[in-house]
């Protein structure tokens, strides 16, 4: 067995979270989306301590998928406050494709930041949230399928 390790900074997830909700917000609003929701549906710095338990939740979510398919898996926070990440660690079989570690990390990203965008527009507008779970179920399978990934085995006896 082989051990990935990476880290996903809190910062990261928040780059993705408010980068597209002002996306969403920007272009609801040009499809006529009242100003009002609109601005609600717009997350900033100030809501950090709402979002926090959800990206926490995000992170804990998926850190169990992983486990329940790669025993011996775990996620750890590391750092506080804006430095906090999460670290992860995968267990994998030896034939695991070594450079998968850097696609997975982006793949991670994207799953917290949409299931906790999920989160988020539950209460403000739910026909979002159905858009951002879907994403992050796709996100899901996406990871999962990832780490089923083999590399070619080879043979060192045939020399052929």
Known sequence: MNTIR???TR????????????YTARARETMGTPSGI??????????????DPMIDGSVNEIAGEIARYHPGS???????????????SI????????????KLTGCLESYIANRTLQNWYTGIKPDEANIFAIKAQNDA????????QR???TNPTNNA
């Open 6 to 8: 990476f880290t996903i």
């Open 11 to 22: 910062e990261d997830v928040y780059d993705k979270v408010f980068a597209t909700s002002a």
């Open 38 to 51: 609109t601005e609600r549906m717009l997350l900033t710095a100030d809501d950090k301590r709402i979002i």
């Open 74 to 88: 775990s996620v750890g926070i590391t750092g506080d406050g804006d430095g906090a990440g999460y670290q992860f």
């Open 91 to 102: 267990a994998t079989p030896v034939n695991y494709p070594a450079g998968n570690a850097d």
């Open 141 to 148: 399978m996406i990871i999962l399928a990832m780490l089923t």
């Open 151 to 153: 590399t070619k085995p």
